[in-house]
């Protein structure tokens, strides 16, 4: 079965370093785009970036551009979305997905339960 | 890069059939496919229709999708509806700059 498994919930202060993760199960991690959702409370959907674990090529959306680091671990099958100085404006929802086939262009066929990150002095 | 535009919410009755709107702002909706999910109260999305009219893995035939060029609009048809059809409904296509584009989700009331 084609899983990802996110990390838990996240509880920081402004200013702090976060970095989530996203572990792809159950198929080829390295030949498949993952990509980045936010989620602000109450709010829709919002398309962060994709990132190739075979190569770390990404396609950031501007609203993110800077904001966020994506990385991958290929040993691990892990993708990771990263913050160096948080907000909180950043409190929101993250999910990772995979598209259905190894184009980024393709529809997410695969979501992750998400990440609960909470940025709160 | 375009927008897409859904109803803020729709309702009708169980046993009954919806049709939810997503219009592109610019350019032909039929350039890039068009994807919908739902997401129910409290979890994460699943994939409802891929490619503008194919049903995702395990989803019942109450569910359609389709384009039409004339409205510059796809559409997600739900029949025979279910309070379980209660939720958050986004379509998603495909842009330059944005290259994944999400419209603002509609919500669906089953009453």
């Known amino acids: 079965e084609v899983q990802l498994v996110q990390s838990g919930a996240e509880v920081k202060k402004p200013g702090e370093s976060l970095r989530i993760s996203c572990q792809g199960s159950g198929y080829r991690f390295s030949s498949y785009w993952i990509g980045w959702v936010r989620q602000l409370p109450g709010q829709g959907l919002e398309w962060m970036g994709l990132?190739?674990?075979?190569?770390?090529?990404?396609k950031v959306s501007p609203s993110f551009q800077g904001q966020v680091t994506m990385s991958v671990d290929k040993s691990s099958a892990t993708a990771f979305l990263q913050w160096t100085s948080l907000k909180a404006s950043d409190t929101a929802m993250y999910y990772c997905a995979r598209p259905y086939s190894t184009s980024w262009n393709d529809a997410f066929d695969v979501w992750g339960p998400g990440t609960l990150v909470t940025v709160s002095s | 890069n375009f927008l897409l535009t859904q109803p803020h919410s729709v309702s009708e009755s169980p046993g009954k059939t919806v049709t939810i709107s997503c219009t592109r702002t610019s350019g032909s909706i039929a350039n890039n496919y068009v994807q919908w999910f739902q997401q129910r109260p409290g979890r994460a999305p699943t994939t409802v229709i891929l490619?503008?009219?194919?049903?995702a893995s395990g989803v019942p035939d109450r569910f359609s999708g389709a384009i039409d060029t004339s409205s510059n609009s796809a559409s997600l048809t739900i029949s025979g509806l279910k309070t379980e059809d209660e939720a958050d409904y986004y379509c998603q296509s495909f842009g330059t700059i944005n290259r994944v584009i999400f419209g603002g989700g509609t919500k669906l009331t089953v009453l």
């Open positions: 990132i190739h674990p075979e190569d770390s090529d990404t």
């Open positions: 490619e503008d009219k194919i049903r």
